[in-house]
C-alpha cells in the first residue's frame, strides 16, 4: 500500500516536472525571440544614429560598407507595408535636379506604397540632406562602392600612371604606362569619369536584385531612373496598370518602359496608349521596368556585358539583345510618357546647367497634361515579333580591369 502511495506521488512529481520544463523552455524561447526582436530593433535604431563620416576618403569607405550592410529603411515604422511599386534612382552630384525629382515624386499619387531606392556614387552632406528631408514613403540609400570620389588617384579611379586618352599605342608602350596594351576599339584610353556610370549601372542592378533584404520575396518590376528625371502624378497608378496590361495582353514583353523621348505633344489623345516595339537605347532607356526574370537573364551575360567595348550601360544592352540573348527584348512603352528627362547637363556636358529653366518647363507640361492623367483603361497596339538592331559601339570600355572588376560585381558585393 505504502509502495502504491509513493509509485503515485513519484508518477504526479514527474508530470509536474515535465509541466514545468516545458513552461520553462517556452519561456525562454519567448524571451529569446523577444531578445531578437529588440536586437533588430536596436539595429536600426544604431542605423538611424550612425552618421556618414565624410572627414576621410578612408572614413568613408568605411561608411559605404556600414551603410550597404545595414540598409536602413527611412520612414520605415511609418509605412511598414510591403512595396507595390519599386523605383530606383541612380544619383550622382546634381542635388538641384535630385530636388526637382524628390518634389515630383511626393505629388505622385500612391507614392506611400512606393519604396524608393537611391543609389548614389558621390558621397556629400549635401546630397544626402536633400534625400532624408523626404517623410512620404519608404526610402532606402545605397552606395556605390567603387566610385572614384573613393579611388581618385588609383583605379578604378584615374591613376596618375595610366595612359593619357589620346596617346599612341606605340607611344604608350614605350611610356611604360600602366594601361599602355588595353586601349578601346579607337585607339583610346580609358578616362575614370567616362566608365563610372556604366559601373554603377551594373552593380546596382546586382545590389538590388540580390542585396536588397527587404525585397527578399518581392516579385514586381523595378523601375530605373535618374536624378534628372521628373514623374507626373499618375506614375504609380500607370506602371501599375501596365504591369497588369503586360500580364493578359503581352506575355512575352521583357520590359516596360513608363517614360519616353518623345515631346508630350498630343499627351491629351496618347495618354491611354502603349504599344510594343524591339528594345532601342536612344528610346526605351527612361523609366524602365525590370523584372526578376530579366535580371537573370542579364546576369547570364554577365561576361558579354562587362567586356562589350561601350562606355555607355544601354547602349551595351541594346548589343546583347538578340545576340547574347537569344531573343531581341520586346519592351511594352508608354506613348504618352510619364517620365520627363530635365537635365540639360550631364555626362558630356558641365556648364551653363539651368535647373531653374528646367523647372519652369515642367511646371509649363504638367499644366497642359494635368487633365489628361489618370486613364481609366489602357489600350495596346501590338506590333508582333521584333528584330536586333545592331549598332557602333562607341568604345571608352577597352581596358582589361574595367572588365574584370565588373564581371566580379555578383563576387565581390
Known sequence: MRFRLLKKNFIAFLVILIVFLMLFYSLRRTKDETNVEVTEKEVSQTAI??????????????????????????????????????VVV???????????????????????????????????????????????????????????????????????????????????????????????SYGHYREASITQTKHHWWWKLHFVFERVRVLRGYNGLVVFIEEDNYLLPDFHEYFKSMGELRKTKCGDCDILAV???????????????????????????????ISRELYYKLMGCNHAFCTYDDYNWDWTLQSL????????????????????????????????????????????????VQTALFPPVLTLTDHGSVEHQPHMKNGGWGDVRDHTLCINYAVRL
Open 321 to 368: 539583345s538578340g545576340t547574347c540573348i537569344s531573343k531581341p527584348l520586346k519592351v511594352l512603352v508608354a506613348r504618352g510618357s510619364r517620365v520627363l528627362h530635365t537635365g540639360d547637363c550631364g555626362l558630356h556636358q558641365k556648364e551653363d546647367c539651368r535647373p531653374e529653366k528646367a523647372q519652369e518647363r515642367v511646371d509649363a507640361v504638367l499644366k497642359e
Open 49 to 86: 544614429m550612425v552618421k556618414f563620416d565624410y572627414g576621410t576618403i578612408e572614413n568613408m569607405r568605411k561608411s559605404v560598407y556600414d551603410s550597404n550592410y545595414r540598409q536602413f529603411i527611412q520612414n520605415g515604422d511609418k509605412f511598414p507595408l510591403d512595396p507595390e511599386v519599386v
Open 259 to 289: 517614360g519616353n523621348h518623345d515631346s508630350l505633344s498630343g499627351f491629351h489623345e496618347l495618354s491611354s496608349q502603349t504599344e510594343t516595339a524591339g528594345w532601342l537605347s536612344t528610346k526605351h532607356n527612361i523609366g524602365m521596368g
Open 90 to 184: 541612380q544619383v550622382h552630384n546634381r542635388p538641384a535636379y535630385l530636388k526637382m525629382l524628390i518634389q515630383s515624386l511626393e505629388k505622385v499619387i500612391g507614392i506611400q506604397n512606393t519604396l524608393v531606392i537611391f543609389s548614389h556614387d558621390y558621397f556629400s552632406e549635401e546630397v544626402s540632406d536633400v534625400v532624408k528631408g523626404i517623410t512620404f514613403c519608404r526610402v532606402l540609400q545605397i552606395y556605390f562602392p567603387y566610385s572614384i570620389q573613393l579611388y581618385s588617384n588609383e583605379f578604378p579611379g584615374q591613376d596618375p600612371k595610366d595612359c593619357p586618352r589620346d596617346i599612341s599605342k606605340e607611344d604608350a608602350v614605350k611610356k611604360g604606362c600602366l594601361n599602355a596594351e588595353h586601349p578601346d
